[in-house]
């Protein structure tokens, strides 16, 4: 039973903040490497960050300076801290654990179910 379960959305100002969690369980959490998503109303998903199970990490150049994954293994929980929001930012968040599989060698990713988080002017 692998689930990701979002949680931290909603309706911010812009120039706010927002820290979205993730929360996982059915997966060894310290082997995956954690990513946020993100999918404005007609347009793609879009890598926002990821931090791997080193605790490495990668941002979108959009959100570089502003945003901040990190992981606590001991909670299981990954969590995005969003500072000086811009409308822009405006979409639905979607937690992604990335494990590969020496047995299928296939990578295996698993999703939330998204929040949306809004950004108003």
């Known amino acids: 039973q692998v689930q990701l379960v979002e949680s931290g959305g909603g309706l911010v100002q812009a120039g706010g903040s927002l820290r979205l969690s993730c929360a996982a369980s059915?997966?060894?959490?310290?082997?995956?490497?954690m990513g946020w998503f993100r999918q404005a109303p007609g347009k793609q998903r879009e890598l926002v960050a990821r931090?791997?199970?080193?605790?490495?990490?990668n941002y979108a150049d959009s959100v570089k300076g502003r945003f901040t994954i990190s992981r606590d293994n001991a909670k299981n929980t990954a969590y995005l801290q969003m500072n000086l929001l811009k409308p822009e930012d405006t979409a639905v968040y979607y937690c992604n654990a990335a494990i590969w599989s020496n047995i299928r060698m296939t990578l295996v990713n698993y999703w939330g179910q998204g929040t949306q988080v809004t950004v108003s002017s």
């Open positions: 931090i791997a199970s080193s605790s490495s990490t």
């Open positions: 059915g997966i060894i959490f310290s082997s995956a490497s």
